[in-house]
Structure formats: structure tokens, C-alpha cells
């Protein structure tokens, strides 16, 4: 299968865009481009079991390379193994969610879907990247198309969110950039820029490896850089808020695993407990944070660093059922994250408010958005059947799976903060759905349109799909 199409489809979709007219035109256009780009990554599923299946041995399938710049060694190099495949399938099922939730937006709604399929666009190039440089390019796709949604389409303090935000993840593209540079002059032979091949001398690694680690750890909340997810998420529109913590926080993550950890294992090893200390900070940071919010999108926001928090621990764990937690809860936080970003979305649109205490009773009057969020808080906190539970559950197996008492230590603390997931979301939803109606407007609402429900029962899906039959996501990213 020729990879370059993920790419070259939202970018055809995009062109389309250019020239269409019409509001209805505009939506569907973009409505079918983001339906390809789900059936194609379904395809590339069927024919990667297929090659597995087979008995094809190599890491990387469906290979392909062209020469960008020889004089430097820049190539275009692509290429997928089961995380790559797992993350596509994630980036795919939330972005036709994020198209439908934006069915009705305002003005200047072409560039709002070229903004939103250009992110899509780099997405996909980043994920099937296996040349460092190729992947810092679509990399940077992925920032000023954020600056633009939230300045634009943003509510609240929506340019200062917007600047910070861009600023915040330029200084870690700049810190990947230098460890890029870093490795690249730096590596054993001729310099290469194909990072499954690039392993450094150890002391080559002790410098560059925080570069590449705390650069891509920016992208995924990495405390004490997280300060940008509150502020870009709750003022960003509920689209761009999706694809923020569905999938941009999963750039990072990926990257952490990927590029740091694969290329600088031993680095990996000796920096391993100041990961696990920063991550066990901010899982439970996050959760007492989550607490003492009274707005949906903050509640949110800090619960994403939270439990972001959970796949750095993984990483540093370093355990083999740990980072294959780590990539599950990759893929269930994002699928969780971006149900319950668009069940706000539908409250605020309807409410025009955020605040817990003076929402209440929707149960009565938006039974499905209701369910819906409900549903995302249920897979936040962990509740059996949901792929929150069967993520955190291998978490904590391949942590405990060290032996030093300090990452017993950071296990037990990361168990412990499920507790105070189930209050804050418990309390946020009983708020919120449950009680007496507070405000008598509120009884005119209409529920969620047809297709609002067309992206909460997908997302939804993928939830429950992997919480009631994980294996086959478990066999996906070990192979």
C-alpha cells in the first residue's frame, strides 16, 4: 500500500476546498474527505494483518523512499509497524468526529476545514515517518493551523491561549530540532537521518537524549511544561480541542517512544527515574488540579494532563507491557478526550455556559449528550468494559513489573490517583446531568443533531470495542 495517500488525500481535500461554494457544499466536501481517510486507514489495517499474517518479518512495512536532499542524507522515508497503524486509526476516527461536531460553524467555515484537514495532514505524515527530518517537517504542520484555530475560532482569552500555545510547542519543536542536529552529527558511519537505524554512542546519548525526550514531552503535558493544555484547550473551538488532546498530545508521545527511547535506550535507562518522578508528579498534579476546576473544559484539560502523566510513566518504565500501556492509553485517551470535548462542545453550544454550578437536570432535556458524557467520564475514570480500565490496567502491570522501590513507589501513587479521578468526575457529571433543572430556559433545549450523534456513537465505539475485546489492539502493537 503507498502510505503517501493518507497524506495526499486531505490535501486533495483541501484544494477541493478551495474551489467549492456553498456553505452545504463546504461541509460535505469536508465530511467526505475525512470519510476516506477513515476507510483508507481501515484498509491499511486489513492489508497489514494480512502481511503479518503472511510471515512478512520486517519491521517496517510498505516502505517507500525518495531522495529530498542527498548532499545531507534527507530523505523522504516512509514506512508502518502496529503502533503507526494503531495511531492512523486514531487520527482517522477523530477527525470525521471532529468534522461532524463543526457541522454548524460560523464564519469563514472553508478555512476553518482546510485549518482542520492541514493538522489531519501532518498527522499522518508524522506517524509513518521514518526519516528524522521528514518527521520534524510535518511536525510543524501541526502548530500554526492550532494558533489560527484558536485565534479565530476561540472563546475566552482566545489570542493569549492561542499565542502561548504556539509559542509553548515551538520551544519543543526547537529542542527536537537540536537533538536531531545533535544525533544526526553525531552517529556512528555516515550521518543518517532513518531513525530505526540510529543508535549512538552512550555518551552521545546522555546530551541529546533530554532534547528529544522534553522536546516531544512538551507536546504531551510533560510537567512542568503543561501549563499550555489548560488555557489552549478551554479556549480553543471544540474541533481544534479534539484533535488538541485526541491526537496532538499523542504527537508527543509517539515521539517520546519512537525517536527518544527506541534511538537512546541507554540514555533511556539512566534518565528513567527523573521521567518517572515528572510523571507521577503530574498524574497526581493533575488529578488534585481536576479537582478544583469549575469549568467543563478545565475539568477536562487538566484531566488530560493527568492522565498524558500515565504514558510518560509508562515510558519510563520501560517494561514491555508498559509501553505497550503506554500506546494503548495513547489511543484510548484520545478517543475519550475527544467524546468528551464534544459532549461540552454540544452543552456550550446550547447553554452558552461551562460552569458546573450553573448547569444541571440535562439528563431531562439532552438525554443522548448526556449519555455521551457521561460515557467519557465513566472511560475516564476507569470503569471496567471501557478502554480506559484495560490501558491503566497494563499501566500499572508493566510498572509494577520494576523492581526498585521508587517505581513500586510511583505504581502505588498512580493507583491512587484513580481515586480522585472517580470524585472529580463523578461529582462534574452529577452536577452537571443529574438534579433539578437550574435554569428554566434550559427546558427548550433540543438534543444532539443527527450529526453530533454520528460522532458520539463512533467515538464511542472505539471506546467500547477496546474495552470489551482488547486483544486484537494488543496483537496490533506488538506487531
Known sequence: MNLSILVIVPLLTVLALLFSRGQNAIRWLSFAGVTVQLVLSFVLLAVFWKERAAGNPVSMLFEYRHAWFSALNIDYHVGVDGISVAMILLTAVIMVGAVLVSWKIGPHSRVFFILLLLLSAGAYGFFISLDLFTLFFFLEISVIPKFLLIGIWGSGKKEYAALKLALMLMAGSALVFIGILGIYYNSYGPPSLYWPDIHPAVSVQRIFFPFLFVGFGIFTALFPFHTWVPDGHSSAPTAASMFLAGISMKLGGYGCLRVAIYMMP????????YIIGLATIAIVYGAFATMMQKDLKYI???SSVSHCGFILLAIGMGTRTAIV???MQMISHGLMTALFFAAIGM?????????????????????????????AGLCSLGLPGLSGFVAEMTIFMGSWQRPETASRLATILACASIVITAVYILRATGQTIMGPIKDPQYNSLTDASWNEKLAGVLLIAGIVVIGVAPFWLNQLINK
Open 266 to 273: 541507554a540514555a533511556a535507562a539512566e534518565y528513567s527515574p
Open 300 to 302: 477536562n484539560a487538566y
Open 325 to 327: 500501556g503506554a500506546v
Open 347 to 375: 452543552i456550550y453550544d446550547r447553554t452558552h455556559t461551562r460552569l458546573v454550578e450553573k448547569l444541571g437536570g440535562l439528563l431531562k432535556i439532552m438525554p443522548f449528550t448526556a449519555t455521551i458524557f457521561v460515557i
